[in-house]
């Protein structure tokens, strides 16, 4: 299985454009979560999907982001418009109930950087 | 909603050392998490244990839910085992919302 993939790896962009994070969960989960990096908040969860549904955006820091799912193995993280303290690791990760269990596996994220 | 504690906060061994990290959550949980990030910032799961014990090569990891806490063991460290290292529990009784503790910064020397 090829695990979570993240694109791009790396975003470097300026103040007020917009900013699109992508993601492929593993085949035949049925959650996808979104997570944010810093050093002041440590990680902390977005929002996450069921079956394609988002089930809780608490996290959201704000209108300026939104998420989609348009698919079971698609997923996008918008920042419209960016600002330098969006600046962090957004990581996607995807879970399945096998054998009752809930584990999370994680994409190799991608680093922001809004100048 | 709970509260998930790691100690210590940093830790530096030489290479060959043994070594025992801790997480505490403040509220009873049916999902548990160790994960390495490492130098790369790419998070590695170890250990999905909501209770018992499980071992897997070098580490290994106990659960005791009922006195809420969990134990991640490295023994004979190596320099690849550097990186922070975080355990994640469940918050407010959801099996899937993670909340990740601060996490213990490991510096393994040769």
């Known amino acids: 299985d090829a695990g979570v993939i993240q694109s791009p790896r790396h975003e470097v962009t300026e103040m007020g454009q917009e900013v699109t994070l992508r993601c492929k969960p593993i085949?035949?989960?049925?959650?996808l979560f979104w997570y944010r990096q810093t050093m002041m908040r440590g990680l902390e969860l977005l929002i996450y999907?069921?079956?394609?549904?988002?089930?809780?955006d608490s996290g959201m820091p704000e209108d300026r982001f939104s998420a989609k799912m348009p698919n079971a193995s698609f997923s996008t993280l918008k920042i419209q418009p960016s600002e330098p303290r969006d600046s962090a690791v957004y990581f996607c990760?995807?879970?399945?109930?096998?054998?009752?269990?809930?584990?999370?596996?994680f994409g190799p994220g991608t680093r922001l950087t809004v100048l | 909603g709970i509260q998930v504690e790691q100690s210590p906060p940093d830790l530096i061994l030489q290479e060959g050392a043994n070594s025992t990290l801790r997480c505490n959550f403040s509220?009873?949980?049916?999902?548990l998490q160790w994960f390495h990030q490492n130098p790369w910032g790419q998070l590695i799961n170890l250990f999905y244990?909501?209770?018992g014990t499980k071992q897997n090569g070098r580490l290994s990891a106990t659960t005791v839910a009922t006195e809420r806490y969990s134990l991640l063991y490295i023994s004979s460290s190596q320099t690849t085992d550097s990186g922070v290292y975080f355990c994640?529990?469940?918050?407010?009784?959801?099996?899937?919302?993670?909340?990740f503790g601060t996490g213990t910064l490991l510096a393994v020397q040769p």
């Open positions: 990760a995807s879970s399945s109930r096998d054998r009752g269990m809930r584990e999370q596996f």
């Open positions: 085949s035949g989960h049925d959650y």
């Open positions: 999907f069921n079956n394609n549904v988002p089930i809780d």
């Open positions: 509220d009873s949980v049916n999902n």
């Open positions: 244990i909501p209770s």
């Open positions: 994640a529990a469940p918050y407010g009784g959801a099996t899937n919302k993670l909340i």
